[in-house]
């Protein structure tokens, strides 16, 4: 069984860090095709992507995420990570990594970060930035 389990959200004054983790497990990456990614929501929003980074190591940023963030995995590819520098009241959202399933599109997900091309979901860290 496939699990995401988000971790690092909290609150923080514009300007601060944060480094969102994610830990998957039952999921297969060693030798495996995929693309796993963050997105946000916040209220009264849709989901929108924020970053992807895919089994080579190739990511994708969303034009709000440019150069104040970066996605990363941990050494054994179980943990993904989201850097968020310099942040500012408006990247307050639920933050969410999600993952392709098995036979699914991964370089489409990953360029496109449309959350119809992701099957595995974690249930969330809440970020708010504070001005």
């Known amino acids: 069984q496939v699990q995401l389990v988000e971790s690092g959200g909290g609150s923080v004054q514009a300007g601060g860090s944060l480094r969102l983790s994610c830990e998957v497990s039952?999921?297969?990456?060693?030798?495996?095709?995929?693309?796993m990614g963050w997105f946000r929501q916040a209220p009264g929003k849709e989901r929108e992507g924020v970053a992807s980074?895919?089994?080579?190591?190739?990511?994708t940023y969303t034009d709000s995420a440019k150069a104040r963030f970066g996605i990363s995995q941990g050494y054994a590819r179980n943990t993904l990570y989201l850097q968020m520098n310099n942040l500012k009241p408006e990247d307050s959202a639920m933050y969410y990594c999600?993952?392709?399933?098995?036979?699914?599109?991964?370089?489409?997900?990953?360029?496109?970060?449309?959350?119809?091309?992701?099957?595995?979901w974690g249930q969330g860290t809440q970020v708010t930035v504070s001005s």
């Open positions: 999600a993952a392709t399933k098995d036979g699914d599109s991964y370089v489409r997900a990953c360029r496109g970060l449309a959350d119809s091309d992701f099957g595995y």
């Open positions: 980074i895919d089994n080579y190591g190739r990511t």
């Open positions: 039952g999921y297969k990456v060693s030798g495996y095709t995929y693309c």
